[in-house]
């Protein structure tokens, strides 16, 4: 079965003989105009200037100019040849017997009952198999010579231009400058003292421990980190440089001294870090007592301290070293 576009003419025939070739409808072209090929067949729809008489069917042209009407599908005289009272309009289309599978083969260039699993044949029609792609995820690409199965990439990669096929791979910096949106740290390098790169922030607490090398500060979690660390009243009350600069109760308050208390020597000294220690009494006066490694300055008002339940107390610090010096001892009304 052949095709042609934009044929449309009125037939040099009427009654039950075959289409000959007439005049090309305004916009279109007649039989002999379209180069229509020797004994290839052709769908067809005629009908006369009021429609009462049509005709759909398969034509077999000859190339004296005449589409012979070979195989009526269906018409106004049920299944037979129309008998046209005048030249009816004939127009080569494409009708629904067309799309029946033993044509969609012929199409397709593929032999009526052929074996559609065969890669030959499916070749031939210009298709690929679909057992070509095995896996989930796995996209149809075309090498030097034939459709290839490219097997999905990792996580995050992507889709890049080869040197001759596309091939999955990560993003480096320039190419992820020109990519809006956010990338996986993994598929760009970090940053140094010496490169840009990605770098995570830190939060509050990796920033009071002072051991972290890769992380950098955001101005919210540098303020964070100042907040007062939270103490735990007791007889000999602990205190830990890595868990912040500045200490008291719960919720920014001093600490209130339930009884008289030491205040121990302080684990993971960092040279720089300073700070102030809060206090207050609970219920009655208290007295507060430093460790001795906690070395007053010239000047300092020494220990024990006395606190009234109307007063708060604070123990200003700096660490030089493996030292921690108190720089001041700041009193003032509750």
Same mark, same amino acid.
Do not use: C
């Given at each position: ?89 004939? $127009? ?44 989930? /995820?796995?996209?149809?690409? @075309? ?5 290839? @199965? ?46 840009? /790169? !990605? !770098? ?7 920033? @009071? ?9 955001? !101005?919210?979690?540098?303020? /964070? ?33 339930? /009884? ?11 040279? =720089? ?23 007053? $300055?010239? =000047? ?17 610090? !700096? ?16």
């Amino acid at each position: 079965m052949a095709f042609a576009n934009t044929v449309f003419f009125t037939a040099g025939s009427s009654g039950t003989a075959d289409f000959a070739d007439g005049v090309a409808v305004a916009g279109y072209r007649n039989l002999t105009g379209a180069g229509l090929t020797d004994e290839a067949t052709y769908s067809y729809r005629a009908e006369s200037a009021d429609k009462t008489q049509w005709e759909n069917g398969l034509g077999t042209f000859d190339d004296g100019g005449v589409l012979e009407r070979t195989t009526v599908h269906e018409s106004s005289a049920g299944t037979s040849k129309v008998d046209f009272t005048s030249a009816p309009r004939v $127009m080569l289309t494409l009708l629904a017997e067309d799309l029946t599978g033993a044509n969609l083969r012929a199409i397709a260039n593929v032999e009526d009952g052929a074996d559609v699993t065969d890669a030959t044949n499916v070749a031939a029609a210009g298709a690929v198999m679909s057992s070509l792609l095995t896996t989930r /995820g796995d996209i149809l690409v @075309r090498n030097a010579t034939v459709p290839a @199965r490219l097997a999905l990439g990792t996580q995050h990669q992507a889709l890049l231009a080869g040197a001759n096929d596309p091939e999955w791979g990560a993003l480096n910096l320039a190419q992820a400058a020109a990519v809006t949106g956010v990338l996986p740290a993994g598929n760009l390098p970090d940053a140094s003292t010496s490169a840009e /790169g !990605v !770098v995570e922030l830190a939060v509050a607490s990796e920033y @009071r421990a002072g051991t972290d090398t890769t992380r950098a500060l955001s !101005v919210a979690e540098v303020w /964070g980190a100042a907040a007062l660390a939270v103490l735990t009243d007791g007889s000999d009350i602990a205190v830990d440089f890595a868990a912040g600069f500045n200490f008291g109760g719960g919720s920014n308050a001093v600490l209130a001294l339930g /009884g008289n208390r030491n205040l121990s020597a302080p684990s993971n000294l960092k040279t =720089g870090q300073s700070g102030v220690l809060w206090f207050g009494a609970a219920t009655s006066t208290r007295t507060l007592t430093l460790n001795g490694a906690w070395l007053l $300055m010239d =000047g300092v008002e020494a220990g024990p301290y006395s606190i009234t339940t109307s007063q708060i107390l604070g123990v200003a610090y !700096v660490v030089r070293a493996s030292t921690v010096y108190v720089t001041a001892i700041l009193r003032r009304a509750a």
